[in-house]
């Protein structure tokens, strides 16, 4: 019922390739935050997304919301090697309890 | 501004014994959630304070249990410890609910 589903699970990719990870749920989102985990460190917090359809840059990522606030996306253009880690979707807030993601670890090869 | 600070970082104990871990979240912030991550169930929710009010609990044992204190520090305690519960416990603090949650580092308890 609550479940936020991420895929892929894992991904490799060759620096300089692009990079999406998606996080669908079967029920409508009111918020949805992303946060990245580097290796043998903890979550930081990368933007939150509201509104239907959203869509926010940070330099080399885009964060999307779907239309329907059933799924979301993060897209890194051009990958580096700082952007290994796992990147995570926080489903919420329903009554004061955050779901997590499944999570994807990025690995990038120089 | 000091971040979330988790003590201790790393924590050895023994199956049925009981241990209690402490959260002192950013000056300001009223929230504090607790988060279990292990490779297999990644990050599972815990629970949620405010003002000292639990207002939401994950789906765990009532092994574990916490508190939060007028100073919003917080502090789990899990009891009769069971191999599964070794994990990587997270304490994550933000101004209110629906903001950005700032994570501690955690406190890695291992069960022997």
């Known amino acids: 019922g609550q479940q936020v589903m991420q895929i892929p699970q894992y991904q490799h990719v060759q620096e300089g390739e692009d990079f999406t990870t998606y996080c669908n749920s079967s029920?409508?989102?009111?918020?949805i935050q992303w946060y990245k985990q580097r290796p043998g460190g903890h979550p930081v917090f990368l933007i939150q997304?509201?509104?239907?359809?959203e869509v926010k840059k940070q330099k080399r990522l885009t964060f999307q919301f779907g239309e329907a606030k059933k799924n979301s996306s993060l897209h890194i253009t051009a990958t580096q090697t700082t952007d290994v880690g796992t990147y995570f979707c926080?489903?919420?807030?329903?009554?004061?309890?955050?779901?997590f993601g499944t999570g994807t670890r990025l690995k990038v090869l120089a | 501004k000091a971040g979330v600070t988790q003590t201790p970082r790393y924590l050895i104990k023994t199956r049925g014994q009981q241990v209690t871990l402490s959260c002192s979240p950013i000056?300001?912030?009223?929230?504090v959630s607790w988060y279990q991550q292990t490779p297999g169930q990644g990050l599972q929710f815990l629970f949620e304070?405010?003002?000292?009010?639990?207002?939401n609990k994950g789906n765990f044992p009532g092994r574990f249990s916490g508190r939060q204190f007028s100073n919003s520090r917080s502090e789990m305690n899990v009891s009769t410890l069971e191999l599964g519960d070794s994990a990587l416990y997270l304490c994550?603090?933000?101004?209110?609910?629906?903001?950005?949650?700032?994570f501690g580092d955690g406190t890695r308890l291992s069960i022997l």
């Open positions: 994550a603090s933000s101004l209110g609910w629906g903001q950005p949650q700032h």
């Open positions: 029920t409508t989102l009111s918020n």
């Open positions: 997304l509201v509104k239907s359809g």
């Open positions: 926080a489903r919420g807030p329903g009554t004061y309890k955050y779901i």
């Open positions: 000056s300001g912030h009223r929230s």
């Open positions: 304070y405010f003002s000292e009010t639990q207002r």
